[in-house]
């Protein structure tokens, strides 16, 4: 058994091989059933934008010999206009409503991509970068949020374990359905 470390992104070798395994698991490079069972992941981040991202909030990593096997990116809105194709996302959140306020009124933190090496997965890996993520950012924000590609079936299935809970859903201008799912962390600090 693998002795991981959960720790957060500090250095330019961490979000390089943040990149690497981001780029294995783009829908380019996975096949329709690798896609269907495994998930994948949407965005290609730049290294300019991961490090800019990184330099607001540490992402919160897990490495097994001092090698990255998973990562949960932590994006804030200041970030939203470094990568365009997520402008629209933190728009909605000014249209969609959390206990009777706009999403984009909270202190919120967005999981900008998470994934776990193929290698790694089944093994309670995510569950672990999940709990050190809320350990991590839980006092200075109010949740965490995040959309998924409802084809997505392994990632839907994976947040809704962890404790997300779908808060909207939409079908984007290209036709994908994609879920709003979002993480109290207030509700459970009491």
């Not at 909030?57 to 932590?74: G, T, V």
């Not at 804030?76 to 365009?84: A, G, L, R």
């Not at 089944?122 to 590609?149: N, P, R, S, V």
């Amino acid at each position: 058994m693998p002795m991981i470390a959960y720790t957060i992104s500090t250095t330019d070798k961490d979000l390089r091989e943040i990149m690497a395994l981001q780029k294995s698991n783009l829908p380019d490079n996975l096949s329709e059933e690798e896609m269907q069972k495994q998930g994948f992941v949407t965005v290609v981040h730049r290294y300019e934008d991961l490090k800019k991202m990184n330099g607001i909030e540490q992402s919160i990593i897990a490495k097994d010999n001092d090698r990255i096997i998973a990562y949960l990116l932590a994006m804030t809105e200041q970030s939203k206009t470094d990568i365009p194709v997520l402008v629209p996302m933190f728009e909605l959140f000014r249209q969609i409503a959390w206990r009777g306020k706009p999403v984009s009124a909270w202190r919120y933190l967005v999981v900008g991509q998470v994934c776990v090496d193929k290698d790694y997965r089944g093994q309670g890996i995510l569950d672990e970068c999940y709990a050190a993520y809320k350990q991590h950012f839980k006092d200075k924000y109010d949740f965490a949020i995040t959309e998924i590609a409802t084809k997505n079936g392994r990632s839907v299935n994976a947040h809704k374990r962890v404790g997300f809970t779908e808060i909207h859903r939409y079908t984007a201008p290209d036709g994908e359905e994609w879920s709003v799912v979002l993480w109290d962390w207030k509700e459970q600090r009491a």
